[in-house]
């Protein structure tokens, strides 16, 4: 079955980049889908960063925008993050998952992989 | 910007059934998508298309849309159905579309 990885620094100075990866098995990403990062800061709700089809086309949350690239390698199978000038406010669980398109709008996303924290700390 | 508004809160005795709704502008031209979350542990899709169950959901998970709202109802609440519920959709009205989730709703069985 289909199964994300993220991995990455857990400690990121501020104003410094963030950056993670979400290796992917089970599924080939040039296949379709697309595939999106969602951040969930400690005791608080879900916020989406933003996603990328297969093709490389990207769609990135307008709140985050000018902070936030995000990048495919489909030969190693596998999708990247990177969050510029970061402060303590990013800190949080950083979550990959593979998303629908369901007639031409952001759809559904799953599966998700298992999380990983990144702390905004000197 | 954008909102999903959810209730901060719904509690329901085991056996019960518990609804937890989701309000947006845009619910009657988007689809609606409901996650179970438990405590140290990723989102899990339960609904998606607004009453579609994925394979694996128990039958006592549904979903329904009315205008502006969706509901995800647990009918016969158990135990381990206590979890954050959070609902997600679609903004598709501007430059590009983007993703929204509502701000959750913790279930208590009591």
């Known amino acids: 079955q289909v199964q994300l990885q993220e991995s990455g620094p857990g400690l990121v100075k501020p104003s410094e980049t963030l950056s993670l990866t979400c290796a992917v098995s089970?599924?080939?990403?040039?296949?379709?889908?697309?595939w999106g990062w969602i951040r969930q800061p400690p005791g608080k709700g879900l916020e989406w960063i933003g996603s990328?089809?297969?093709?490389?086309?990207?769609y990135y949350n307008p709140s985050l925008k000018s902070r936030v690239t995000i990048s495919v390698d489909t030969s190693k199978n596998q999708f990247s993050l990177k969050l510029s000038s970061v402060t303590a406010a990013d800190t949080a669980v950083y979550y990959c998952?593979?998303?629908?398109?369901?007639?031409?709008?952001?759809?559904?996303?799953?599966?998700w992989g298992q999380g990983t924290l990144v702390t905004v700390s000197s | 910007s954008y909102e999903l508004t959810q209730p901060p809160s719904v509690s329901v005795s085991p056996g019960q059934t518990a609804r937890i709704t989701c309000s947006g502008d845009?619910?009657?031209?988007?689809?609606a998508y409901w996650y179970q979350q438990k405590p140290g542990q990723a989102p899990v899709l339960v609904i998606y298309?607004?009453?579609e169950r994925p394979s694996g959901i128990p039958e006592r998970f549904s979903g329904s849309s009315s205008g502006t709202t969706v509901t995800l109802t647990i009918s016969g609440v158990q135990a381990e159905d206590e979890a954050d519920y959070y609902c997600?959709?679609?903004?598709?009205?501007?430059?590009?579309?983007?993703?929204?989730f509502g701000g959750g709703t913790k279930l208590t069985v009591l």
């Open positions: 990328i089809y297969h093709s490389g086309s990207t």
């Open positions: 845009a619910l009657p031209k988007q689809y």
């Open positions: 998952a593979r998303g629908a398109m369901v007639r031409g709008a952001p759809g559904w996303f799953d599966p």
């Open positions: 089970g599924y080939s990403i040039s296949s379709g889908y697309y």
């Open positions: 997600q959709s679609a903004d598709s009205s501007g430059t590009y579309p983007y993703v929204v």
């Open positions: 298309k607004d009453s």
